[in-house]
């Protein structure tokens, strides 16, 4: 059993950063893939995503890549999401998540998911 819990959401305007932290309960949190999904009012979850155990290997939607930055501390047993030149289409709950498949970004390929934390991008 793992449990997750989001933090750092709030609200920011447009061109701004902030950094979400997932921290993790559980015995064997390196063995875990860890993943970020955001949703936006009316519109279905989507995979922002992911880092690899090691946090060696990370891949990202095009919709943020070269804008958010995934990384793991496996010592804090914590997932970070970095987000920078934020957009107000970036607005959305963000939601992390644990799983043990490689490469996984669809939602059913994860087993564990935290309440979500609020991100508001005004313009």
């Known amino acids: 059993q793992v449990q997750l819990v989001e933090s750092g959401g709030g609200l920011v305007q447009a061109g701004g950063s902030l950094r979400l932290s997932c921290a993790a309960s559980?015995?064997?949190?390196?063995?875990?893939?860890m993943s970020w999904f955001r949703q936006a009012p009316g519109k279905e979850r989507e995979f922002v995503g992911f880092v690899m155990w090691s946090g060696g290997v990370t891949s990202y939607a095009d919709s943020v890549k070269g804008r958010f930055t995934i990384s793991r501390d496996n010592v804090k047993n914590t997932v970070y999401l970095q987000m920078n030149s934020l957009k107000p289409e970036d607005t959305a709950v963000y939601y992390c998540t644990a799983g043990r498949r490689a490469l996984a970004r669809r939602q059913a390929e994860y087993d564990y998911w935290g309440q979500g934390t609020q991100v508001t991008v005004s313009s």
């Open positions: 559980g015995r064997t949190f390196s063995s875990y893939v």
